[in-house]
């Protein structure tokens, strides 16, 4: 079976460019409003981690919190929300990933 980025082992992540975040918050174009509220709870996050020791815990449940928050704003919100966690978690197999690529579902 082919390697596939989506099933590889936990904690091997590919590392964020400034063009994930840039496609990540295009979103925000015209609603400055919460583009700020993003930026004070990211920095809120930055400033748990330069903490000696930093607030791991915190900045995971921030995470944690921001996730389920997105998630009624994706098209799994719809399709089931154990496939969306598959998917951000990069669990996917490779026929799921076909499955919803076939029902429309970008990503």
């Not at 079976?1 to 840039?22: A, V, Y």
Request: hydrophobic share 40%; proline share 5%.
């Amino acid at each position: 079976m082919p390697e596939n980025s989506n099933t590889e082992k936990r904690g091997e992540q590919q590392p964020l460019d400034i063009e994930d975040w840039e496609l990540a918050f295009a979103a925000y174009d015209g609603h400055t409003s919460a583009a700020l509220s993003m930026g004070f709870c990211l920095m809120v996050m930055k400033g748990y981690l330069s903490y000696d020791p930093p607030k791991i815990e915190e900045v995971l449940d921030g995470l944690d919190h921001a996730i389920e928050a997105l998630y009624p704003y994706t098209q799994f919100h719809d399709v089931c929300r154990g496939m969306y966690l598959k998917v951000i978690g990069g669990k996917l197999t490779l026929e799921e990933e076909q499955m919803l690529k076939a029902m429309g579902v970008k990503f």
